[in-house]
């Protein structure tokens, strides 16, 4: 069983930043490749950033690049986001997520265990 939870999150002015954890924990919890989420109100979830658990490859979605960054710490089982130059559209909840192994890291139905999210509100 592995857990996971966010933390970070919060009210920012446009323009501002903010860095999201994740802290996991339960067996082999720093073993995985592991993603950010965020799910706007009447909207579908949709993945901005991977990174692997080794060599610590990412990627992301195009609407962050440039502006978020991955990262992780494996010694403390945490992964983070950096947030920068943040928008009002970058509001909703952020969750993070540890990949299967299989298929798309775009596709939500490829991650197995999931936070419980944390709230980011970019007021303009």
């Known amino acids: 069983q592995v857990q996971l939870v966010e933390s970070g999150g919060g009210l920012v002015q446009a323009g501002g930043s903010l860095r999201l954890s994740c802290a996991a924990s339960?067996?082999?919890?720093?073993?995985?490749?592991m993603g950010w989420f965020r799910q706007a109100p009447g909207k579908e979830r949709k993945f901005l950033a991977r990174i692997s658990w080794s060599v610590g490859y990412t990627s992301y979605a195009d609407s962050v690049k440039g502006r978020f960054t991955i990262s992780r710490d494996n010694a403390k089982n945490t992964v983070y986001l950096q947030m920068n130059s943040l928008k009002p559209e970058d509001t909703a909840v952020y969750y993070c997520?540890?990949?299967?192994?299989?298929?798309?890291?775009?596709?939500?139905?490829?991650?197995?265990?999931w936070g419980q999210g944390t709230q980011v509100t970019v007021s303009s």
């Open positions: 339960g067996r082999t919890a720093s073993s995985y490749t």
């Open positions: 997520a540890r990949w299967v192994y299989s298929g798309s890291y775009y596709d939500t139905g490829n991650y197995d265990y």
